[in-house]
């Protein structure tokens, strides 16, 4: 049974929430009409919820999705909440929730939603088996960190670009190998990938500005320091998804990473998906564009939190972020 498989992997702190779309029969018309579910997984029991009307659901999404100014998006935060969140019936054990997402829903902040709650988004059941698999009895060394690449160069199309003067100061403060500058190009950043002394590293952070294209999103891209081999300065997920990243955690530090195109069935495409593919178990990313200062401040303090050899007891990514951001 899959869902004895899921449940299994779940620990008691744990619950799953599966959202997905269905048929329904409207009671006073007798039409149907297409209604968002989901299914709560915990360690011990399974629900099936059906929720509002998606078209109804998605116009909330649409107003809760962040547009740079926090007043603008909360009327819509709080109206997704009741539609996505309360009718879970969520108790106070659930402290960690898992969320594979559907439609538009990928593109929320999670972490409002579930208010008080450790958030992780998970492509599916299956994709969790796998990334704990991936993860299981892994333990990295180090940061690899690439930040404040070099936008004027002579390669380098897009003029428009500006210089992220915090990313730098943000990559000394958490990394323990960098590449700045010239050195942040996508050839020295595959090789640094490759000839880690301890064969996997505890985090890679790429302090840079990236690229979208929700029509052909493995064109989504990392802006670079371009050199002789990479003219455009562009990592493409295409080529993401053909590396191999042995890393406990991505972080990508660079606005609107963690969108792309959603496929009904497989979730989100685009860097995220790459970079697990590629063989990272967690990847921290963004919904929107983010302050360069402000993310230098948020990423160093995750690092702390999440840092093994720090006093007191390690916490995992998903706390470590939710701690940083508060």
Not at 138 to 163: C, I, S, W
Request: proline share 5%; charged share 25%; net charge negative.
């Amino acid at each position: 049974d899959p869902l004895q498989v899921i449940q299994q992997r779940l620990r008691p702190e744990e619950a799953m929430v599966v959202y997905g779309r269905a048929l329904d029969l409207e009671p006073e018309s007798g039409q149907e009409v297409e209604t968002y579910v989901a299914l709560v997984i915990g360690s011990h029991a399974t629900d099936l919820v059906r929720l509002g009307r998606t078209e109804e659901v998605d116009e909330m999404l649409a107003a809760a999705r962040p547009t740079g100014k926090r007043d603008d998006t909360t009327e819509g935060e709080n109206a997704a909440q009741a539609a996505l969140v309360k009718p879970l019936g969520l108790g106070v054990n659930a402290r960690r929730v898992l969320v594979s997402p559907d439609g538009p829903i990928a593109f929320v902040p999670m972490a409002l939603l579930f208010k008080g709650r450790e958030v992780a988004l998970v492509p599916s059941g299956t994709a969790l088996g796998l990334l704990q698999e991936e993860q299981a009895d892994k333990r990295g060394e180090g940061v690899l960190a690439l930040a404040d690449p070099n936008y004027a160069h002579e390669h380098f199309g897009a003029q428009t670009l500006p210089r992220l003067i915090y990313s730098a100061e943000e990559a000394k403060a958490l990394g323990d190998q960098l590449l700045l500058g010239d050195d942040a190009t996508e050839v020295k950043l595959s090789l640094a990938l490759k000839t880690n002394e301890h064969g996997r590293w505890r985090g890679v952070h790429l302090a840079c500005h990236g690229t979208v294209n929700e029509d052909e999103p493995l064109r989504s891209s990392l802006v670079v320091t371009p050199d002789d081999i990479n003219k455009d300065g562009r990592l493409e997920a295409l080529e993401v998804y053909r590396m191999q990243i042995a890393s406990d955690v991505v972080s990508l530090s660079a606005c609107e990473t963690g969108l792309g195109k959603m496929v009904r069935g497989e979730g989100v495409l685009g860097l995220v998906r790459g970079f697990m593919l590629a063989g990272a178990p967690r990847v921290v990313c963004s919904l929107w564009k983010v302050d360069d200062k402000a993310t230098r401040a948020l990423m160093v303090k995750f690092y702390e939190y999440w840092d093994p050899d720090a006093e007191g007891d390690r916490v995992g990514a998903a706390e470590a972020l939710k701690k940083a951001q508060e």
